[in-house]
């Protein structure tokens, strides 16, 4: 026995025969066949009164024609819309938060602790090479009151990084980008007394990059890994994955989960060695940035 119902296609693709013309079901090019189908009820969502459309074994669904075929475009159209629409309210109740601004070229705004200092590649008052910036994101408060959210947390992880080296071979000649370092995976949760976590506003700051001077002959990167003393340049590239959390319950009912959506970032250090003089490394031409998404390959 065939029924339509449990046939996997929209009830309103009964109007369309096996050659994708527009036939009645029960007309001889409607394909409909012998035996028992659906029972008769408007198309549409789940027999909703408003439906424009009969089921065509209705007594007036018989009397529809193709000329009426725009009817039937407007309920497949109604059916679709209302969907994505529902699927867009639960995707907002899902992720209350979402990211407001990647604070990289300016001072702090909302982070107290460094309230003002200054954000982007290589800003004064830090390491030389690093980057800083601040995520600032946004709550519905509404929408989490809702949820039984309570508190919340900054989180991220380091997706990918890697350091690139360049050297001369023993000839003088160029050998060329060599990657001396890979990893990525681990976690890398923000300072706690570098994040803000009461609504409306949550951000955090972060300063990814060598921590070294100038004067180090050579410099250390992640996971105190330092780079070769035969390295004339060097490319440290490093992607993350940032995202809030909140709490829902207290104590030990206290539960964890994610808020908003991730967001990929990438902080990346171009270098270059000079042998004389106290200051060893400078940053290159091209090549140091800190912009969201996240960057691979080889350096340039």
């Not at 527009?22 to 189908?37: E, L």
């Not at 982007?120 to 709550?139: C, D, K, M, Q, S």
């Not at 995202?243 to 207290?250: D, N, Q, S, V």
């Not at 990346?268 to 800190?290: C, D, H, M």
Request: some cysteine.
């Amino acid at each position: 026995m065939s029924n339509r119902e449990n046939s996997g296609r929209s009830a309103l693709s009964c109007w369309i025969n096996s050659s994708g013309e527009i036939a009645h079901p029960d007309s001889p090019r409607g394909g409909g066949g012998s035996g028992r189908f659906a029972n008769c009820k408007p198309l549409g969502a789940e027999g909703n009164r408003s439906d424009v459309v009969p089921h065509p074994q209705s007594p007036s669904g018989r009397m529809v024609v193709t000329s009426d075929i725009k009817k039937i475009d407007l309920a497949d159209n109604t059916i679709t819309n209302t969907r994505t629409h529902s699927y867009e309210i639960a995707a907002k109740a899902r992720r209350p938060v979402v990211l407001k601004e990647f604070n990289n070229n300016g001072q702090v705004k909302y982070v107290d602790a460094i309230k003002g200092n200054p954000m982007g590649v290589h800003p004064p008052g830090n390491f030389p090479f690093v980057n800083a910036v601040e995520l600032i994101f946004t709550v519905d408060e509404k929408v989490a009151t809702k949820m039984g959210i309570r508190q919340y947390r900054c989180r991220q992880r380091v997706y990918t990084q890697e350091l690139w080296e360049g050297s001369f071979n023993n000839d003088g000649k160029d050998g060329g980008w060599i990657k001396t370092m890979s990893g990525g995976g681990e976690p890398d949760d923000p300072d706690e007394g570098l994040q803000k976590t009461s609504p409306p506003i949550l951000a955090f700051h972060d300063a990814p990059g060598f921590m070294a001077t100038v004067k180090d002959a050579q410099l250390k990167g992640p996971g105190g890994k330092l780079t070769s003393k035969t390295a004339v340049v060097v490319f440290l590239r490093q992607n993350f994955i940032a995202w809030i959390e909140g709490a829902r319950g207290r104590g030990e009912r206290k539960t964890w989960e994610p808020v908003s959506d991730e967001v990929k970032w990438h902080s990346n250090q171009s270098l270059v060695f000079y042998p004389f003089g106290k200051n060893r490394w400078a940053t290159a031409a091209e090549g140091s940035e800190i912009e969201l998404g996240h960057t691979q390959g080889k350096p340039k």
